[in-house]
């Protein structure tokens, strides 16, 4: 621990971090250790920084002003963060929040469904600075209108503002949409189980409303629950099984709602969206046809969706290591790189989505939102240079907070990840790009990522068939071509944008057969690559197989 530093930066969680002070002696072992200095400067971030080439991790951290507790486990005002990326145990860092900015911009009407003009009014703490924008981009100190006088709202309006104090970091961003009806879009009605992935589209229905949509949703939320543990938790069969009943005790506690309080807000919906992720195949299947029984009930037609989540930074779940099973191919391999861990979870959606459809095949079949071929996506482009204005190596600071969860305003500082998963969902759910509609609320993006993530999310979304979007040509696509460097494979066509879907065992891939593609193939032994080429609009390509 000797020569670790404390720090404060008032830019970001990531950067702009001076030294506070510097860690003289080590505290005897699972001991506090105290470090005190003089500081007279608000810093909004603040951070513990262990020697990177020390092997100590950190506990936990404790930051005091005096005696008044600033930042710590027990202290809920403040968020805790990781650095640099989730991979870091040597760092642990704090953002204090409005508890050391300004208050954050209260807006009037707080009534955000409108029938006639009005005007909106922004306040915040006394003598600071108020600066807006209308176009969905985050304002600062430097971008945006300054606040003078009451904003006319007479249309769909959405409104971004941000409080400045000298020598403090900006306040907490607020962003408001005020709707004023429109007969042509009319916003769907929607419900949600999963986990805190599911949450990560907490948000949708406010990027859905900066288009004109009024979206209503309901989810029924667990921290890592499976299918078949949230279904227990609406039967009420965790209460013989005491290790999950304290943990549904615990959520209660939080203020997660209960199933008979959630079950009770569920109306008429219009679809319905599950988040599998258990790899016990026909327990995963038994609880999803649990609930399409149960919510037929109130929704004879609704649409089930399957949600497709990626996986987390270390990439240790079966999929990725090629142990599940796949009616489209007679053998799968490990997944050796982000991009093939992508595709080998959607093979496993596909997979249930197979079997569902057999156990229970009345009503509407389940789609599947493939947000994790956006994911696979991104991250390729962006270890390429391709994504615009990203480093590469960037991934992770640019869309997430940890090593799962994407990045999600407001506690999350932004909502760069989850705006790429909810486009994927736009697209899917409203069967339109969201480009030139959605607004990239409480993003960092630049307006060229903003371009970048929604073409990309339309173009995952039209050019997977499942989706409904899908449409058939006649003009062929140009015939896969294999660059194979000996340690990793890339695909390639004359027809520009074109998907592939590829087998490595031999079997002949098609648009609906095979792993999906996401930039990268790595070589492993026994592999015989084919794939096919496809894009919405055109008819598919021959099959080509690598040579030996």
Known sequence: ??????????????????????????????????????NTKVYRYLRCTLPPEGKGKIGKVEFYAGDQLLAGPEKAISYKFFLPDAQDEHSIGYDLADAATAQRPAFQPAATDLTAPTDVTITSTRDTTIRYTLDGTWPTAEHGETYTAPIHVDKTTTISAVAILPDRAPSLLNTTTYLFPDPAKRGLNTAHVGNSLTGTTGGF???????????????????????????NVSTGAYAADKLANAKETASLKRGVPSWADYWA????????????????????????????????QKSPDFQPWLYCEWVEMARQ??????????????????????????????????????????????????????SALAMGWIKNQIDHGIFPDANPGSFYPLLFNDQVHPADAPIHRHANGAFLVDMTWFSAFYRQRSEGQVLPIETTFTPEQVKAVQFLAWNVIRNYPDCGLYQEGTQPCGKPEFVNDGKTITLKSSTPGAWFRYTLDGTTPARTRGYVYCGVISVQPGIQPKAIAYKSGMADSEAAEMSK
């Open 1 to 38: 621990m000797i020569g670790g530093k404390i720090e404060g930066s008032n830019v970001s969680r990531f950067e702009g971090f001076v030294t506070l002070a510097e860690i003289k002696q080590a505290p005897p072992a699972k001991d506090w250790g105290e470090v005190k200095f003089d």
């Open 205 to 231: 229905f406010r990027f859905a409303r900066t288009a004109g949509y009024d979206h209503k949703s309901v989810a029924f939320l667990r921290p890592g629950a499976l299918t078949t543990e949230l279904w």
């Open 265 to 296: 807000k569920v109306g008429k919906v219009d679809l319905l969206t599950m988040q599998p992720r258990d790899f016990d195949l026909d327990r995963e299947i038994a609880a999803e046809v649990n609930f399409i029984k149960l919510f037929r």
């Open 317 to 370: 779940r079966p999929s990725d290591k090629g142990e599940v099973p796949s009616f489209e191919m007679k053998k799968t391999f490990p997944a050796l790189t982000w991009e093939e861990s992508m595709g080998a979870m959607l093979l496993y959606v596909e997979e249930l989505q197979h079997r569902l459809a057999a156990a229970y095949p009345e009503g509407k079949p389940a789609h599947i939102i493939p």
